[in-house]
């Protein structure tokens, strides 16, 4: 079995103990919501190193990429969760590579997709995530026209840890990296969206979990602030669907929905949607499977954003 694939592994029995769930459960999961989407390999591009220093340090800065049909379209990039300690973009669960369906799945609707990776906790600082992200946006926004795609058109989407990363770099991207091509923003079961919450707290989740991932040393709480991407929220920000699973935590859904009313505090466009008979781990499976609300939700939020202006007017 493959690093990456006992990594997701563990992230999901971690996943599903706190939902009573155990391992067979997820595996079972697989089973019943994985629909392999068909795509040429020649479409699909592996390994390309999106930091400046070439040859790539390591894996960790490099993106796969699934090229559709025709020129000029829009392009999602993907970032993965994994408790931002776990995760690579190559991974397989029980016979299934989870992300690269993504890939395949978006392509086969007219979307480029790029997978990428990003450096690991505890070798990387959070920050240090959050400047890859940024990193990956930049390489997709001045290099995707050379493959048919269009660089003024991304849609940054995420799940768990990703979602968090995908978020907090739609916030706070700077203007040389492609702010402006940043046209929308999908976060699925985002998690850590506001650490400052009491309430979230209260209901459970542990804070000590956070703490060891977002301090660095802070002797104050202000970290809590620092990190949550909630702080960083602007009218300018771009469109967000947000996505929650029924299924998982209530601290979880929590999280989305102050997300959601963040956004709309500050007169940005967001649309939040709870999926139905899903989890926290499973949610990542009905990304791309076309009879789930999730795929035609995010197609559709696509669509619908990749011909305006990006961000809010």
């Known amino acids: 079995m493959k690093k990456a694939e006992i990594g997701f592994h563990v992230i999901l029995l971690i996943l599903a103990a706190s939902m009573t769930a155990c391992a067979p459960v997820t595996y079972l999961g697989i089973k019943v919501l994985y629909r392999k ?12 190193c999106y930091e400046s220093n070439t040859p790539c340090r390591s894996q960790a800065h490099t993106l796969d990429l699934y090229l559709p049909d025709g020129n000029h379209w829009p392009v999602i990039v993907f970032v993965h969760g994994g408790g931002w300690n776990e995760g690579d973009k190559q991974l397989r669960v029980a016979g299934a590579d989870v992300y690269a369906n993504i890939g395949r799945f978006y ?21 240090e995530q959050i400047e890859d992200v940024k990193n990956a946006v930049a390489w997709v926004h001045s290099n995707i026209d050379h493959y048919g795609g269009n660089g003024d058109q991304i849609f940054l989407m995420g799940h768990s840890a990703g979602a968090y990363l995908a978020s907090y770099v739609a916030f706070t991207l ?14 699925a079961s985002g998690a850590a969206l506001d650490m400052a919450d009491q309430k979230t707290y209260e209901m459970g989740e542990n804070p000590a979990y956070y703490e060891k991932r977002f301090r660095e040393g802070d002797p104050t709480d202000n970290w809590k602030v620092v990190a949550s991407p909630i702080s960083h929220v602007t009218p300018q920000a771009p469109p967000f669907l947000i996505l929650y699973a029924q299924g998982e935590k209530k601290t979880l859904q ?32 009905v990304l791309s499977h076309p009879r789930k609300a999730a795929a035609p939700a995010i197609l559709n939020f696509i669509h619908t954003h990749s011909a305006g202006s990006p961000g809010n007017p």
């Open 174 to 187: 700077e203007t040389d990296k492609g702010r402006s091509s940043i046209r929308g923003v999908i976060a």
């Open 107 to 127: 392509a086969a609707h007219g979307i480029g997709v790029g997978v990428i990776n990003y450096r690991l906790q505890p070798e990387a600082k959070w920050r």
């Open 254 to 285: 929590r999280q989305s929905l102050l997300l959601n009313s963040a956004l709309e505090k500050k007169g940005v466009k967001s649309q939040v949607l709870a999926i139905p008979g899903e989890s926290h781990s499973r949610m990542v499976l």
């Open 37 to 48: 989407t068909e795509w040429p390999a020649s479409k699909t591009v592996r390994d390309v």
